[in-house]
């Protein structure tokens, strides 16, 4: 039975593959913002936007 670790004409050696003992996926984190502030963030600059284009626009 041939190793993991094995000589092929031409190619040279290649590495033995590492696996981890235990094979729980790994936890992802909390996301750090919340999906109600990005809205909130992004109706607010939108209404800034348009505040702003509206006051060049009125001149």
């Known amino acids: ?3 993991a670790r094995t000589l092929r004409p031409g190619r040279g ?3 033995e593959s590492i ?3 235990n094979t729980d996926p790994i936890p992802l984190r909390p996301a ?3 999906f109600g502030t990005i809205m909130l ?3 607010g600059l939108l ?3 348009i505040a702003i284009l509206a ?3 009125s001149r």
Request: no cysteine; aromatic share 20%.
């Open 13 to 15: 050696n290649f590495m």
């Open 19 to 21: 696996r981890p003992d």
């Open 41 to 43: 963030r992004f109706v």
């Open 32 to 34: 750090p913002n919340q």
């Open 55 to 57: 006051f060049v626009y």
């Open 47 to 49: 209404a800034v936007a």
């Open 1 to 3: 039975m041939p190793s």
